[in-house]
């Protein structure tokens, strides 16, 4: 019988769908592949270049649930999943909200035919129209029962029922088992291709894939080891993603004005800044007229309105890099753990 100490760390990924494609992809991406065993059946694998993680593949919704309960230290799922399943749990909490992929919304959707009915607030009338002329409450289809009760008491909406969906949620309308639903969507298309239509302010949460953690005592020094491993290579590949390595020529003269501009306005982060002797002696230029080469990260959103202002400024020689990942001096994932489980990071 092995030793606590001698225990894997267990990851829990989604068995299928386009969350299980996109999770593996972006741990090979992260330089962590999963390697998966001979049976696909078996559900298991392991981490490449971590040896101490155990891979098991779990339904999405049912990762929170394993997580809260201990049977698994770290997994990925919807960020929808974990706030139906284990928001304000003791146990499981996001450390990365944002992977980049799994973007959904969970929202209200009504019946085309509902033509008075445009926002959250009239809801609150039709509940009262159902039970005026049909004796009843309001039927309300949903795999979200938890954040649907708690969105709809914000709203005032209180005379309805929940009717727990089984299969396609979108079909209830028509085949009179609800009257509105509260499902996730990507694109919206289904529920048109259902007769249903989305109402002003009835947008419950925006999702997407996210890491969570579970807090427990399970914990040794070799899982928290693969943990930090895992949280170090995946921030900084997902950083690099987002981020662009600029390099430029400036005059001195303006370098505090550029510098101060595309920092404050456009979020960049400057590297170094080094005045250009190249072709030239030392001795024989004052310095402040030769050149500076400006090295800075910019956010792959503001790069050509970066390039756009640097050109405006005068500036010359630009060019723009991919890297593969950027390390911090500590992961603020790894912190967070830390500071939820109370330990201290000198243990590590």
């Not at 949903?142 to 914000?154: D, G, I, M, S, V």
């Not at 894939?209 to 070799?222: Q, R």
């Not at 590949?237 to 505090?256: Q, V």
């Not at 390390?327 to 603020?332: E, G, K, L, M």
Request: charged share 20%.
């Amino acid at each position: 019988m092995s030793k606590k100490s001698d225990r894997p760390m267990v990851l829990a990924l989604p068995s299928k769908g386009a969350l299980y494609d996109h999770t593996l992809e972006l741990l090979a991406a992260c330089g962590v592949p999963v390697q998966l065993g001979g049976n696909r059946r078996e559900y298991k694998g392991r981490l490449r270049g971590v040896p101490q993680v155990e891979v098991i593949f779990l339904r999405a919704d049912e990762i929170p649930v394993r997580l809260e309960e201990g049977g698994a230290d770290v997994g990925v799922t919807g960020e929808d999943l974990f706030r139906e399943y284990a928001d304000g749990s003791k146990n499981a909490h996001i450390l990365i909200r944002e992977l980049g992929y799994g973007h959904a919304r969970l929202v209200t959707a009504v019946p085309h035919a509902w033509l008075d009915v445009a926002c959250i607030a009239d809801l609150e009338e039709v509940a009262l129209v159902y039970r005026q002329q049909h004796g009843r409450s309001l039927r309300v289809a949903t795999k979200y029962p938890r954040l649907t009760r708690t969105f709809f008491a914000e709203h005032g909406i209180m005379d309805y029922v929940i009717v727990p969906s089984l299969g396609a949620t979108e079909g209830a309308p028509a085949s009179g088992a609800a009257d509105v639903i509260v499902d996730i969507t990507s694109t919206g298309v289904t529920l048109s291709q259902n007769h249903l239509k989305l109402i002003a302010g009835g947008t419950l949460l925006t999702s997407q894939a996210c890491l969570i953690v579970s807090v427990g005592d399970g914990w040794t020094k070799s899982t928290l080891a693969a943990l930090r491993q895992i949280l170090e290579m995946m921030e900084s590949y997902l950083r690099a993603r987002s981020t662009f390595t600029m390099r430029f020529h400036a005059n001195p003269s303006a370098i505090c004005e550029i510098e101060g501009e595309i920092t404050s306005v456009y979020n960049c982060e400057i590297l170094t800044s080094k005045t250009l002797w190249k072709y030239t002696k030392p001795l024989e230029h004052n310095e402040a007229e030769l050149p500076c080469e400006i090295v800075l990260y910019c956010p792959t959103d503001n790069l050509y309105p970066v390039v756009r202002y640097l050109r405006n400024a005068g500036c010359a020689e630009i060019t723009a890099t991919r890297v593969d990942y950027i390390f911090r001096q500590s992961s603020s994932a790894f912190d967070r753990f830390c500071h939820l489980h109370r330990r201290s990071l000198s243990e590590f």
